[in-house]
């Protein structure tokens, strides 16, 4: 017989899960939370949004069912210093854990895992832990001169693994490292992929592209390759701008690299570093910073885009390839992590095991010079997002948050 689930605090120390995704430390994190708790919404269970604050109001109802829950915790601190403060958000936490009487904690990325073990133990509530980025998996991918991950968080990942009563993977590239290298146990570890907004991220009609192009100062009549997501050195901007400059001396041109994010904070000068690099190979006037866009727009820029570019070097799973298929745009990806398991060869894209740019250079080249093959592909990545549902994520947690209860 299945226990009834009415109340669920999901946290998120580290990162507002209204913050706009490719800003800050906002990304795919973001998208998740507030995407299945509204889901979940509809389901019955009333969802509690919890966030580390500085400031600023402490409860905000987002829509029927989820209210976001803004804990005072320290001051305006960088990413890398909240571990200090993870014990005062913790004791904010268990008040607030207190009054609303959770069924379930669920915590998003280790930092909150470490502020929420203590308060499900001490209430006697079962934690449901979801990493979404690994430490040991970083670190196994890192590309030269980028610093590991540190070594409070390899830790903390593996006691929070052994100890939460559900570890949740989104690929089974993550569940094996999981299980492997993190210690989870097997019996304990379920992988539920993240969804795809299909109504919002869809096909759209050729007026459409043209209104896109116009509205961020792009030229009407070239190619545009998207490569979206937080600008630091780990999504692999600088393979993206070298594959362009060798498709430029390929075949003598190139298409428009469209560059939509901001820069994570410490990787400041990271932007400037791939201005000056485009510069240096040439291609400068080819390369097109537009910043973090909102959904919409991000929407409708994949839309119009003939390829979208997923260079990074570590992705549990990969949520903006598949919001590109959704769009009916292919993706040129790198073979590793759950890459694999969003971007499905010869069906949504192409996959690479290699980081020369001039196989990315070749690759890209025939994807925008095929038409045929690249509308066939566009097609066939709708259908495969189309697998993908919030719906269908937030009913698989569900069964899990039921599966912990006591």
């Given at each position: 017989?299945s226990?009834?689930?009415?109340?669920?605090?999901?946290?998120?120390?580290?990162?507002?899960?209204?913050?706009?995704?490719?800003?800050?430390?906002?990304?795919?994190?973001?998208?998740?939370?507030?995407?299945?708790?509204?889901?979940?919404?509809?389901?019955?269970?009333?969802?509690?949004?919890?966030?580390?604050?500085?400031?600023?109001?402490?409860?905000t109802?987002?829509?029927?069912?989820?209210?976001?829950?803004?804990?005072?915790?320290?001051g305006?601190?960088?990413?890398?210093?909240?571990?200090?403060?993870a014990?005062?958000?913790?004791?904010?936490?268990a008040?607030?854990?207190?009054?609303?009487?959770?069924?379930?904690?669920?915590?998003?990325?280790?930092?909150?895992?470490?502020?929420?073990?203590?308060?499900?133990?001490?209430?006697?509530?079962?934690?449901?832990?979801?990493?979404?980025?690994?430490?040991?998996?970083?670190?196994?991918?890192?590309?030269?001169?980028?610093?590991?991950?540190?070594?409070?968080?390899?830790?903390?990942?593996?006691?929070?693994?052994?100890?939460?009563?559900?570890?949740i993977?989104?690929?089974?590239a993550?569940?094996?490292?999981?299980?492997?290298?993190?210690g989870?146990?097997?019996?304990?570890?379920?992988?539920?992929?993240?969804?795809?907004?299909l109504?919002?991220?869809?096909?759209?009609?050729?007026?459409a592209?043209?209104a896109?192009?116009?509205?961020l100062?792009?030229?009407?009549?070239?190619?545009?390759?998207?490569i979206?997501?937080?600008?630091?050195?780990?999504?692999?901007?600088?393979?993206?701008?070298?594959?362009?400059?060798?498709?430029?001396?390929?075949?003598?041109?190139?298409?428009?690299?469209?560059?939509?994010g901001?820069?994570?904070?410490?990787?400041?000068?990271?932007?400037?570093?791939?201005?000056?690099?485009?510069?240096?190979?040439?291609?400068?006037?080819?390369?097109?910073?537009?910043?973090?866009?909102?959904?919409?727009?991000?929407?409708?820029?994949f839309?119009?885009?003939?390829v979208?570019?997923?260079?990074?070097?570590?992705?549990?799973?990969?949520?903006?390839?598949?919001?590109?298929?959704?769009?009916g745009?292919?993706?040129?990806?790198?073979?590793?992590?759950?890459?694999?398991?969003?971007?499905?060869?010869?069906?949504?894209?192409?996959?690479?095991?290699?980081?020369?740019?001039?196989?990315?250079?070749?690759?890209?080249?025939?994807?925008?010079?095929?038409?045929?093959?690249?509308?066939?592909l566009?097609?066939?990545?709708?259908?495969?997002?189309?697998?993908?549902?919030?719906g269908a994520?937030?009913?698989?947690?569900?069964?899990?948050?039921?599966?912990?209860?006591?």
């Open positions: 017989m226990v009834a689930v009415e109340r669920v605090a999901m946290i998120a120390m580290h990162t507002s899960p209204v913050a706009q995704p490719a800003t800050a430390d906002a990304g795919g994190l973001n998208v998740t939370v507030l995407s299945v708790a509204a889901e979940l919404a509809l389901r019955g269970v009333e969802v509690d949004l919890v966030t580390r604050a500085s400031s600023g109001p402490e409860r109802e987002l829509l029927p069912g989820v209210t976001l829950h803004r804990v005072l915790a320290g305006d601190l960088p990413k890398e210093r909240l571990p200090e403060v014990d005062e958000f913790g004791e904010g936490l008040r607030l854990a207190r009054q609303r009487d959770y069924d379930v904690l669920h915590a998003h990325y280790w930092l909150s895992g470490i502020a929420a073990l203590p308060v499900a133990l001490e209430l006697d509530r079962p934690l449901v832990q979801s990493f979404h980025t690994l430490g040991v998996m970083k670190n196994a991918l890192a590309g030269e001169g980028q610093a590991p991950e540190p070594v409070q968080r390899l830790r903390s990942e593996t006691f929070l693994a052994t100890q939460a009563d559900a570890v993977a989104v690929s089974s993550e569940a094996t490292v999981l299980i492997d290298d993190v989870a146990r097997p019996d304990r570890t379920w992988i539920i992929p993240p969804g795809v907004d109504g919002l991220f869809a096909p759209r009609p050729f007026a592209h043209a896109t192009r116009a509205a100062g792009l030229e009407a009549d070239r190619p545009i390759v998207v979206a997501g937080r600008v630091q050195p780990l999504k692999g901007h600088e393979l993206a701008v070298r594959a362009l400059a060798e498709l430029h001396a390929l075949r003598g041109w190139a298409p428009l690299l469209v560059v939509a901001e820069a994570t904070p410490g990787a400041d000068g990271f932007a400037q570093h791939l201005r000056d690099l485009a510069n240096d190979l040439g291609v400068g006037a080819d390369v097109r910073f537009v910043g973090a866009l909102h959904r919409d727009a991000l929407a409708d820029l839309a119009a885009a003939d979208t570019l997923v260079p990074s070097f570590s992705e549990t799973f990969g949520l903006v390839a598949l919001e590109s298929a959704a769009s745009t292919p993706v040129l990806a790198f073979r590793a992590g759950g890459l694999p398991e969003s971007v499905i060869e010869g069906v949504s894209g192409v996959l690479l095991g290699t980081r020369d740019p001039r196989y990315w250079a070749t690759e890209l080249a025939v994807l925008i010079e095929d038409d045929e093959r690249r509308t066939a566009g097609l066939s990545a709708r259908a495969h997002a189309e697998r993908f549902t919030w994520a937030a009913t698989s947690l569900l069964g899990v948050y039921a599966g912990v209860l006591h």
